[in-house]
């Protein structure tokens, strides 16, 4: 009886869990919709999940594009099929790739730091200050990162998709000897447009689910810099494994038969 009630009490934590972040995730979303509305910390969150990310997503789509070529290549050169280079690269990339690692990289840079940022104003109590004031967290804080999370991810994983397909006709072209007209033709021939869509769904997905755990860790963090310290590492591990789980259904929805 011991080990079941155990086992009850992980089940019924982990329902009151799910229901808590529920309620946070509506709450922050309904504040999207309705007024008063600020512009202007949209825009800055905006521009610190978008255009600050841009580095880093770029660099993980190119080498994952040159390194996805050289490894199709060693591969397909035991069939005697080099020429499906092209389709495999574009192929995983807009697919698989660039929403995964582009949705695993910004969580990593961006849910940390909205954790460490809400957390830190939690701890030292100027969220309560903002109540005080007559200002909702929830529309001041966490449905600005909501949108623009959801917004800017799928931007950045269409850079990623350019970059990481231009990474890998470089490598198939100016080292494994690919006549560079043929392999744009392939790249274009097999690519369709739910693809590339299919992608993006997935980023716009990742992206919410990025903000809201970043938020929601960080909103509910106790016992000072100890505390700040664990939202922080939570909200990066919990997005991660929420991404990795929400690409299989997504997957599932797209290309079940």
């Known amino acids: 009886m011991t080990v079941l009630a155990a086992i009850g009490r992980v089940f019924i934590g982990f329902l009151a869990a799910t229901g808590r972040l ?55 050169a035991r069939f005697n099929a080099e020429s499906a280079v092209a389709t495999v690269v574009v192929l995983s990339i807009t697919r698989e790739l660039a929403p995964v690692l582009a949705g695993l990289m910004v969580a990593g840079r961006i849910g940390a730091a909205m954790a460490a940022e809400i957390g830190t104003m939690r701890v030292t109590e100027q969220i309560d200050a903002l109540s005080t004031l007559a200002t909702n967290p929830y529309k001041y804080l966490i449905a600005p990162r909501l949108l623009a999370g959801t917004l800017m ?5 269409l850079v990623a998709d350019i970059i990481g397909v231009f990474g890998g006709y470089l490598i198939s072209v100016h080292k494994l000897g690919f006549n560079g007209g043929a392999y744009i ?15 993006l769904a997935k980023a716009a997905v990742f992206g919410f689910l990025i903000a809201l755990m970043g938020c929601y860790h960080g909103y509910h963090s106790r016992g000072g810099a100890q505390g700040v310290g664990a939202a922080t590492t939570n909200a990066v591990v919990s997005a991660s494994i929420l991404i990795l789980a929400s690409n299989y259904l997504i997957t599932e929805a797209f290309f079940a038969q």
């Open 153 to 157: 991810l799928p931007c950045c994983v």
């Open 22 to 76: 529920t309620l946070f995730g509506a709450t922050g979303v309904s504040h999207i919709f309705r007024p008063p509305f600020y512009p202007g910390l949209i825009f800055r969150q905006i521009v610190e999940i978008g255009y600050y990310s841009l580095p880093v997503v770029g660099l993980t789509a190119v080498f994952t594009g040159m390194v996805l070529a050289l490894q199709s290549y060693t591969g397909f």
């Open 185 to 199: 033709d392939n790249t274009w021939k097999f690519l369709e447009i739910l693809d590339v869509v299919s992608g």
